[in-house]
C-alpha cells in the first residue's frame, strides 16, 4: 500500500491544502482540473495537472470513471477526494479499490453505512449513542402525521439519503404536515435520486457539536476534540470553533466517548466527525450524521491539537498505524474559523463571482488563511462561493474573538462582493461574544444587520 | 490603436455572426468587407482569389470571420455555434497554416486504432469527413469513436497511441476541404 503519487480530485482552498500536505510528506501531487481550473493557484502548486473536462462539474469533478481513468493514467497510486463532489462517493472508493489505488478515506462500506441516513441511525442506536427520538422511514403524509403525533411537535422531515439541507423541512403545526412532505419528497428526489423520507424531533434552542476523529486499519480510534458549527445560514455552516464553548466538562467527555464509540464499531478508518444536536435548554445531546471525509472546518481542530489531519489521512491511508494515542491529544487554546464566501450580505446573500481585484488579507501572529485566491483571480460561476477560510487562535475564547475582530477589519477585498461584513457583524455582536449561539442565531443578526444599515457600513 | 477586433462590440460581433450564418447558407464562397479600419474576410472555402493578402480562411465548420491581413494576431470570431456534446469531437479554429485542430471531446486514454495490432483509423494524408471516426478515448474501459468533425485531409497525428489525453488536448491536424461531400472516398 504506497501512497507516492496521489491524485487530487477537488479544487480551490482544499486542493492547496491536500497539495500542501503531500509536499510536507514527499509525495508528488496530480492536480485534476476542469477546463475552467486550469490557471488556479492549486494547478500553479501541483506537479501536474490533469484537465478532465469541461467547467460543469456533472462531467469533471463528478465523474467517477474520468477520476479514476486519470488517476491510473497519470501513473498515481491514491485518490484524495477533498471535501464535496466525490468525497463521500462509496463508487469512486470501489472503482479506486477495482483498479488497485488508495482511496484517501473510509472503506466504500464505512461510507455506504452512513451515507443512509436512517440505517446511521439504527447504527448509533445499537452502539447505544443517543438518538433523537423519531421514526423509521415514513411512506405518506399521514404515517408521518401520526408519528408526529407521537413524539411530539415541532419535528423536522429529513431525507434518508440527505445533506447539505436539502429535503430538511421543520414542521410545527399538524395541518402543515402534508405540504411539507410533499415539497420534502421533490426536494430529496430532485437533490439524491431518492425521496425516501424520517421524522425526527425538532429541537429549537439547539447547537451544531460534531467531534473530529482519526482511525487507522489496527481499530484505533482517537477524538481530536469537538466544535461548535452552529452558526449556520440554511444549513450551511458559517463560523466553527472549537473547543464548543459553554459546555460541562463531563457532558464534552460524554459527547467524544460517543463519537469514538460510534466510529470504533464500524472499524472505522481515515478522518470523520460525528455530528450531534445539543440541547440547551434539557442539556441533552443526539446524534445526528457521520460525516466520512475531511470537513472544511477541520483547521479549528487543528489549531488546538497541534495535528495535521490531512497529512494523517495520508499516513492512515499508506496502512500506518495512529502516531499518537488519545492520552497524547493535548488541547490548548481556542480557534475560531470564518468563512468567507463571494456572496453579498446585503442583497440577500446573492453570489457574486468575478474578477479579484484588491485581495489584502489579514497577517500576523495566530492568523491561519486557507484559500486559493490572489489578487487577478477570476471567482468562477460554477462553483462554490467560498472564497477563503480564516481561522484564528488564542489563548482562550475571548482572545480569538478579539483577534478574529481585528483579523475581519483588516481583511480588504475589491472586485467581488464578499460577506466579510456579515462576518464583522457577527464577531462584534454581544450574543456571539457571550457565547451565547444556536442554530437559529445568523438568522436573527440578519435581520438584526438589515434594521440597522449603518451596522454594515460601519463595520 | 491597431487591433479593431478589441473595439468590436458583442453586437457588432452578433451581426458578424448572422453575416457567417447567411453567407453560409447562399452559394457564395466568400464576402470581403472593409469599413474604415476593418477589413473582413469570411469564407466557406479556398481564400478570396487575388487582392487582400488574408490569414487563409478556413473552412467549413464551422464558418469563420478571419481578420484581414494588417491585423495578423487578432483572434479569430468564432460565431457561437452549438456545442457537440460529448463525445463528438470538437474542430477548432484554423491557425496560420490553415488546419483545423481535432481535439478530445473527453479525457482518457487515446487509441489509433480499432484494435491491437490492426491499421490506424487514420495517417496522415487519409482524407476524412465529418462522421469518420479518427480515434477511440477509452475511459475505464468504455471505449468512444471520436468522429473527426470536420472534413479534410489529416496533416498531422500530435498523440502518441495509447497516452492519456487531456480534455481538449489537440490530437489531430486536418487541412479543410471545402464541402463534404459524398464523392470524397471515405476512409475506412
Same mark, same amino acid.
Given at each position: 500500500?504506497?501512497?507516492?503519487?496521489?491524485?487530487?480530485?477537488?479544487?480551490?482552498?482544499?486542493?492547496?491544502?491536500?497539495?500542501?500536505?503531500?509536499?510536507?510528506?514527499?509525495?508528488?501531487?496530480?492536480? =485534476?482540473?476542469?477546463?475552467?481550473?486550469?490557471?488556479?493557484?492549486?494547478?500553479?502548486?501541483?506537479?501536474?495537472? *490533469?484537465?478532465?473536462?469541461?467547467?460543469?462539474?456533472?462531467?469533471?469533478?463528478?465523474?467517477?470513471?474520468?477520476?479514476? =481513468?486519470?488517476?491510473?493514467?497519470?501513473?498515481?497510486?491514491?485518490?484524495?477526494?477533498?471535501?464535496?463532489?466525490?468525497?463521500? %462517493?462509496?463508487?469512486?472508493?470501489?472503482?479506486?479499490?477495482?483498479?488497485? *489505488?488508495?482511496?484517501?478515506?473510509?472503506?466504500?462500506?464505512?461510507? $455506504?453505512?452512513?451515507?443512509?441516513?436512517?440505517?446511521?441511525?439504527?447504527?448509533?442506536?445499537?452502539?447505544?449513542?443517543?438518538?433523537?427520538?423519531?421514526?423509521?422511514?415514513?411512506?405518506?403524509?399521514?404515517?408521518?402525521?401520526?408519528?408526529?403525533?407521537?413524539?411530539?411537535?415541532?419535528?423536522?422531515?429529513? =431525507?434518508?439519503?440527505?445533506?447539505?439541507?436539502?429535503?430538511?423541512?421543520?414542521?410545527?403545526?399538524?395541518?402543515?404536515?402534508?405540504? @411539507?412532505?410533499?415539497?420534502?419528497?421533490? #426536494? =430529496?428526489?430532485?437533490?439524491?435520486?431518492?425521496?425516501?423520507?424520517?421524522?425526527?424531533?425538532?429541537?429549537?434552542?439547539?447547537?451544531?457539536?460534531?467531534?473530529?476523529?482519526?482511525?487507522?486499519?489496527?481499530?484505533?480510534?482517537?477524538?481530536?476534540?469537538?466544535?461548535?458549527? %452552529?452558526?449556520?445560514? $440554511?444549513?450551511?455552516?458559517? &463560523?466553527?470553533?472549537?473547543?464548543?464553548?459553554?459546555?460541562?466538562? %463531563?457532558?464534552?467527555?460524554?459527547?467524544?466517548?460517543?463519537?469514538?464509540?460510534?466510529?470504533?464499531?464500524?472499524?472505522?478508518?481515515?478522518?470523520?466527525?460525528? #455530528?450531534? *444536536?445539543?440541547?440547551?435548554?434539557?442539556?441533552?445531546?443526539?446524534?445526528?450524521?457521520?460525516?466520512?471525509?475531511?470537513?472544511?472546518?477541520?483547521?479549528?481542530?487543528?489549531?488546538?491539537?497541534?495535528?495535521?489531519? &490531512?497529512?494523517?489521512?495520508?499516513?492512515?491511508?499508506?496502512?500506518?498505524?495512529?502516531?499518537?494515542?488519545?492520552?497524547?491529544?493535548?488541547?490548548?487554546?481556542?480557534?475560531?474559523?470564518?468563512?468567507?464566501?463571494?456572496?453579498?450580505?446585503?442583497?440577500?446573500?446573492?453570489?457574486?463571482?468575478? $474578477?479579484?481585484?484588491?485581495?489584502?488579507?489579514?497577517?500576523?501572529?495566530?492568523?491561519?488563511?486557507?484559500?486559493?485566491?490572489?489578487?487577478?483571480?477570476?471567482?468562477?460561476?460554477?462553483?462554490?462561493?467560498? &472564497?477563503?477560510?480564516?481561522?484564528?487562535?488564542?489563548?482562550?475564547?475571548?482572545?480569538?474573538?478579539? $483577534? @478574529?475582530?481585528?483579523?475581519?477589519?483588516?481583511?480588504?477585498?475589491?472586485?467581488?462582493?464578499?460577506?466579510?461584513?456579515?462576518?464583522?457583524?457577527?464577531?462584534?455582536?454581544?450574543?456571539?461574544?457571550?457565547?451565547?449561539?444556536?442554530?437559529?442565531?445568523?438568522?436573527?443578526?440578519?435581520?438584526? @444587520?438589515?434594521?440597522?444599515?449603518?451596522?454594515?457600513?460601519?463595520? | 490603436?491597431?487591433?479593431?477586433?478589441?473595439?468590436?462590440?458583442?453586437?457588432?460581433?452578433?451581426?458578424?455572426?448572422?453575416?457567417?450564418?447567411?453567407?453560409?447558407?447562399?452559394?457564395?464562397?466568400?464576402?470581403?468587407?472593409?469599413?474604415?479600419?476593418?477589413?473582413?474576410?469570411?469564407?466557406?472555402?479556398?481564400?478570396?482569389?487575388?487582392?487582400?493578402?488574408?490569414?487563409?480562411?478556413?473552412?467549413?465548420?464551422?464558418?469563420?470571420?478571419?481578420?484581414?491581413?494588417?491585423?495578423?494576431?487578432?483572434?479569430?470570431?468564432?460565431?457561437?455555434?452549438?456545442?457537440?456534446?460529448?463525445?463528438?469531437?470538437?474542430?477548432?479554429?484554423?491557425?496560420?497554416?490553415?488546419?483545423?485542430?481535432?481535439?478530445?471531446?473527453?479525457?482518457?486514454?487515446?487509441?489509433?486504432?480499432?484494435?491491437?495490432?490492426?491499421?490506424?483509423?487514420?495517417?496522415?494524408?487519409?482524407?476524412?469527413?465529418?462522421?469518420?471516426?479518427?480515434?477511440?478515448?477509452?475511459?475505464?474501459?468504455?471505449?468512444?469513436?471520436?468522429?473527426?468533425?470536420?472534413?479534410?485531409?489529416?496533416?498531422?497525428?500530435?498523440?502518441?497511441?495509447?497516452?492519456?489525453?487531456?480534455?481538449?488536448?489537440?490530437?489531430?491536424?486536418?487541412?479543410?476541404?471545402?464541402?463534404?461531400?459524398?464523392?470524397?472516398?471515405?476512409?475506412?
Amino acid at each position: 500500500m504506497t501512497v507516492s503519487r496521489v491524485l487530487i480530485a477537488n479544487r480551490g482552498e482544499i486542493a492547496v491544502r491536500v497539495i500542501r500536505a503531500c509536499q510536507a510528506l514527499g509525495i508528488e501531487t496530480v492536480l =485534476a482540473v476542469s477546463e475552467a481550473d486550469r490557471d488556479s493557484l492549486p494547478a500553479r502548486l501541483a506537479d501536474r495537472t *490533469i484537465c478532465i473536462g469541461p467547467a460543469s462539474a456533472t462531467a469533471s469533478y463528478l465523474n467517477v470513471n474520468t477520476i479514476v =481513468a486519470a488517476a491510473s493514467g497519470t501513473g498515481s497510486d491514491a485518490v484524495h477526494p477533498g471535501y464535496g463532489f466525490l468525497a463521500e %462517493s462509496p463508487e469512486l472508493a470501489d472503482a479506486c479499490a477495482a483498479e488497485g *489505488i488508495t482511496f484517501v478515506g473510509p472503506q466504500a462500506e464505512q461510507i $455506504r453505512q452512513m451515507g443512509n441516513k436512517l440505517q446511521a441511525r439504527t447504527l448509533a442506536r445499537q452502539c447505544g449513542v443517543p438518538i433523537l427520538p423519531g421514526s423509521e422511514k415514513v411512506h405518506s403524509f399521514e404515517e408521518a402525521g401520526a408519528v408526529a403525533a407521537q413524539i411530539g411537535l415541532p419535528v423536522m422531515l429529513k =431525507a434518508a439519503a440527505g445533506g447539505g439541507g436539502r429535503g430538511m423541512k421543520i414542521v410545527t403545526e399538524a395541518k402543515d404536515m402534508r405540504q @411539507m412532505f410533499t415539497s420534502a419528497s421533490a #426536494e =430529496a428526489r430532485a437533490a439524491f435520486g431518492n425521496d425516501t423520507l424520517y421524522l425526527e424531533r425538532y429541537i429549537a434552542n439547539a447547537r451544531h457539536v460534531e467531534v473530529q476523529l482519526l482511525g487507522d486499519r489496527f481499530g484505533n480510534v482517537v477524538h481530536l476534540g469537538e466544535r461548535d458549527c %452552529s452558526l449556520q445560514r $440554511r444549513h450551511q455552516k458559517l &463560523v466553527e470553533e472549537a473547543p464548543a464553548p459553554a459546555m460541562t466538562e %463531563s457532558r464534552r467527555e460524554e459527547i467524544r466517548q460517543a463519537a469514538v464509540t460510534l466510529a470504533r464499531n464500524i472499524g472505522y478508518e481515515n478522518a470523520g466527525t460525528v #455530528e450531534f *444536536i445539543f440541547d440547551q435548554d434539557t442539556g441533552k445531546f443526539y446524534f445526528l450524521e457521520m460525516n466520512t471525509r475531511i470537513q472544511v472546518e477541520h483547521p479549528v481542530s487543528e489549531a488546538i491539537t497541534g495535528v495535521d489531519l &490531512v497529512q494523517e489521512q495520508l499516513r492512515i491511508a499508506r496502512g500506518e498505524a495512529l502516531r499518537f494515542s488519545q492520552s497524547d491529544v493535548i488541547f490548548r487554546g481556542h480557534a475560531i474559523e470564518c468563512r468567507i464566501t463571494a456572496e453579498v450580505p446585503d442583497e440577500g446573500f446573492r453570489p457574486s463571482p468575478g $474578477r479579484i481585484m484588491v485581495w489584502s488579507p489579514p497577517e500576523g501572529p495566530n492568523i491561519r488563511l486557507d484559500t486559493h485566491c490572489y489578487a487577478g483571480y477570476t471567482v468562477p460561476i460554477f462553483y462554490d462561493s467560498m &472564497v477563503a477560510k480564516l481561522i484564528i487562535y488564542g489563548r482562550d475564547r475571548a482572545e480569538a474573538v478579539e $483577534r @478574529m475582530r481585528r483579523a475581519l477589519a483588516q481583511f480588504s477585498v475589491s472586485g467581488i462582493g464578499t460577506n466579510l461584513s456579515f462576518l464583522r457583524f457577527v464577531m462584534s455582536h454581544p450574543d456571539f461574544a457571550a457565547g451565547k449561539v444556536n442554530t437559529r442565531l445568523v438568522e436573527e443578526l440578519i435581520t438584526q @444587520m438589515r434594521a440597522v444599515p449603518s451596522a454594515i457600513a460601519s463595520a | 490603436m491597431n487591433n479593431a477586433f478589441d473595439t468590436l462590440s458583442d453586437d457588432e460581433v452578433r451581426q458578424i455572426a448572422q453575416l457567417v450564418e447567411t453567407l453560409d447558407h447562399s452559394t457564395f464562397d466568400f464576402l470581403q468587407l472593409e469599413i474604415g479600419d476593418l477589413k473582413l474576410t469570411i469564407g466557406k472555402g479556398a481564400a478570396p482569389p487575388t487582392g487582400v493578402a488574408t490569414a487563409p480562411v478556413a473552412a467549413a465548420q464551422p464558418p469563420v470571420a478571419a481578420p484581414a491581413a494588417h491585423v495578423p494576431a487578432a483572434p479569430v470570431v468564432t460565431p457561437a455555434a452549438p456545442d457537440p456534446s460529448p463525445p463528438a469531437a470538437k474542430a477548432k479554429g484554423p491557425v496560420q497554416d490553415g488546419t483545423v485542430a481535432i481535439v478530445a471531446p473527453i479525457m482518457g486514454r487515446f487509441y489509433a486504432q480499432p484494435e491491437p495490432g490492426a491499421a490506424p483509423f487514420v495517417a496522415v494524408g487519409a482524407m476524412v469527413r465529418k462522421e469518420t471516426t479518427v480515434a477511440l478515448i477509452e475511459v475505464m474501459k468504455v471505449f468512444n469513436a471520436v468522429p473527426a468533425g470536420v472534413s479534410g485531409v489529416v496533416t498531422e497525428i500530435c498523440v502518441q497511441d495509447a497516452a492519456i489525453i487531456e480534455y481538449g488536448q489537440v490530437m489531430f491536424r486536418v487541412r479543410p476541404t471545402e464541402t463534404a461531400s459524398n464523392d470524397i472516398p471515405i476512409v475506412a
